[in-house]
């Protein structure tokens, strides 16, 4: 089963930032959060990861609160082209390099002109 | 840089006929998986490969499902006989050692 929590919708006005949060209190010490989205009849795709560190991207930048047990998904100017599901998945980097993907439900971001 | 590619895109079929789905991975990745997304639901592991080996296969359906990766690059998914519940789509994707897995655009299944 998925470690995390996300709410199953949320609306996001073009050009305005969008706040995607997800809940993961059961987060142990080696594990990552890593975001994915998946635009419609596309495979999912990687965003951004981080460990306990405050991470930014071109594409988006993930805010992890101290105590780990939450994290925010943040896509400064959204555009119609952020419409899309949004997954939260907590997992492992071991020495293997091979954890797996738990996808939950995520969220699914619609951006409206 | 090539993406994963998967083939066929599409496919129907009727239910107790079998199939083949193919993945080409991203060049040099090591670590190949198949995942089954049902409609409305996240994608779900089936088998994990690294190199021709594999690493998880607890939540394959054994019994109809199989899969193989010679040569440790190309790899097959196959289903036979297929059941109405397979109907779903099948993700490829492919990962080095950065861990970052890329998707594959997936084949939609449909069973009759």
């Known amino acids: 089963d998925a470690k995390t929590t996300q709410p199953p919708s949320m609306d996001c006005a073009e050009g305005r930032a969008a706040n995607l949060p997800c809940n993961h209190s059961t987060i142990s010490g080696n594990e990552y959060v890593y975001w994915y989205r998946q635009i419609h009849s596309q495979g999912p795709q990687y965003i951004i990861h981080g460990l306990k560190n405050n991470e930014t991207n071109e594409m988006a930048s993930l805010i992890i609160t101290e105590d780990r047990k939450s994290s925010t998904l943040i896509l400064p100017h959204a555009t119609l082209r952020d419409t899309a599901v949004y997954y939260c998945i907590v997992r492992p980097l071991g020495s293997s390099n091979t954890g797996k993907l738990i996808f939950g439900q995520g969220t699914t971001l619609q951006v409206k002109p | 840089e090539a993406g994963v590619a998967q083939s066929p895109r599409y496919k129907i079929i009727e239910k107790r006929q079998s199939v083949a789905f193919w993945c080409n991975p991203i060049s040099g990745h090591a670590t190949l998986y198949w995942y089954q997304q049902i409609l409305g639901q996240g994608p779900k592991l089936l088998i994990q490969?690294?190199?021709?080996?594999?690493?998880?296969d607890s939540q394959l359906p054994k019994d109809r499902f199989s899969a193989e990766r010679l040569k440790g690059v190309d790899s097959t998914l196959k289903i036979q006989p297929a059941k109405l519940e397979d109907s779903a789509v099948y993700l490829c994707?492919?990962?080095?050692?950065?861990?970052?897995?890329?998707f594959g655009p997936g084949t939609r299944l449909t069973v009759l």
């Open positions: 490969f690294q190199n021709n080996g594999v690493v998880d």
């Open positions: 994707a492919s990962s080095s050692r950065k861990n970052e897995q890329f």
